[in-house]
């Protein structure tokens, strides 16, 4: 099973400012990682898919990078809807897995 | 407009069984693999299940043996049997589509709870 470990747990920052997450693989894992968004009560939103694609709707703002086992996801400036838990996932193999989680949160 | 909408969410005893079913619009349901995605109250998310557009099922190392998935593409339903049923599978349970040619989730329905509790 690929583990996937993303840092920060936490990250406090003010509207405005740049979002840098990072997700690192076990393994390599090509470019087969995406990013999901989720609000408190919501399902999660894909933003973010193959390392570097975005998904349908999504701002420009959210980006994405990385192969192998090193995956970032940015936020080029933060929209106070923006703060949220981000999630991390592969498509390398089975069993997918998702990455534990960051949370945004409004310095 | 895709629509997911998940139903079978209760409490349920250990050891029992219980049928998530999971009825989808606005798209050609037929033509997409589908996934059940579960969170624990207050944890991640965790990948459970997935029947690609063929039928082929693929499960988490801990549910195999107890969780059965299933699709009905005359009735635009996907379904989880799960049997055998622990504390620890309490969560959400969130049907979601396959994007094509990936195994990432683009669309969810709004969830399901159940809990196993005595």
């Known amino acids: 099973e690929i583990i996937l470990t993303q840092s920060p747990a936490t990250l406090s920052l003010s509207p405005g400012e740049r979002a840098t997450l990072s997700c690192r693989a076990s393994?390599?894992?090509?470019?087969?990682v995406a990013w999901y968004q989720q609000k408190p009560g919501q399902a999660p939103r894909l933003l973010i898919y193959?390392?570097?694609n975005r998904a349908t709707g999504i701002p420009a703002r959210f980006s994405g990078s990385g192969s192998g086992t090193d995956f970032t996801l940015t936020i080029s400036s933060l929209e106070p809807e923006d703060f949220a838990v981000y999630y991390c996932?592969?498509?390398?193999?089975?069993?997918?897995?998702f990455g534990g989680g960051t949370k945004v949160d409004i310095k | 407009e895709v629509q997911l909408l998940e139903s079978g969410g209760g409490l349920v005893q250990p050891g029992g069984s219980l049928r998530l079913s999971c009825g989808a619009s606005?798209?050609?349901?037929?033509?997409?693999?589908m996934t059940w995605v579960r969170q624990a109250p207050g944890k991640g998310l965790e990948w459970v299940s997935s029947?690609?557009?063929?039928?082929?099922?693929e499960y988490t190392d801990s549910v195999k043996g107890r969780f059965t998935i299933s699709r009905d593409n005359s009735r635009n339903t996907v379904s989880l049997q799960m049997d055998n049923l622990r504390a620890e599978d309490t969560a959400i349970y969130y049907c979601?589509?396959?994007?094509?040619?990936?195994?990432?989730?683009?669309?969810w329905g709004q969830g399901t709870l159940f809990t196993v509790s005595s």
């Open positions: 606005g798209f050609t349901f037929s033509r997409y693999a």
């Open positions: 979601t589509t396959v994007l094509p040619n990936t195994w990432f989730f683009d669309y």
């Open positions: 996932q592969h498509r390398y193999n089975w069993p997918l897995t």
């Open positions: 029947i690609s557009d063929v039928g082929k099922p």
């Open positions: 393994q390599s894992v090509s470019s087969y």
């Open positions: 193959d390392a570097s």
